[in-house]
Nanobody, 120 residues
Framework: VQLVESGGGEVQAGGSLRLSCEASGSIFSINEMTWYRQVPGLQRELVAT???????YYADSVKGRFTISKDNAKNTGDLQMNSLKPEDTAVYLC???????????????WGRGTQVTVSS
């Protein structure tokens, strides 16, 4: 199983970006998908989670600005980021709990991340 993020880039404060996470391989189901972000020297921060029943959770710092979604048929997930601030600058990583074909339980998988830079 492989996760690949895309959609990062540089944007001015107040702008928007849409990140995507595509899972590939012998996937039976994606139970949960989470976006994290990492700034060098700081602890990795959970940004948003969407569960298998489409329940969502957001960090207070992004609530009302970011929206997480997923498409079970395509094995993809998105993070729509609006009203971006310089403090949103980070590497954004996709994490998914995936049950593989023939598997009984889900396992954690990570993408390599995509850089988001917000300039003031």
């Amino acid at each position: 199983v492989q996760l690949v993020e895309s959609g990062g880039g540089e944007v001015q404060a107040g702008g928007s970006l849409r990140l995507s996470c595509e899972a590939s391989g012998s996937i039976f189901s994606i139970n949960e998908m989470t976006w994290y972000r990492q700034v060098p020297g700081l602890q990795r921060e959970l940004v948003a989670t969407i569960t298998d029943d489409d329940s969502t959770y957001y960090a207070d710092s992004v609530k009302g600005r970011f929206t997480i979604s997923k498409d079970n048929a395509k094995n993809t997930g998105d993070l729509q980021m609006n009203s971006l601030k310089p403090e949103d600058t980070a590497v954004y990583l996709c994490n998914a709990k995936i049950v593989t074909i023939g598997g009984m339980f889900d396992n954690d998988y990570w993408g390599r991340g995509t850089q988001v830079t917000v300039s003031s």
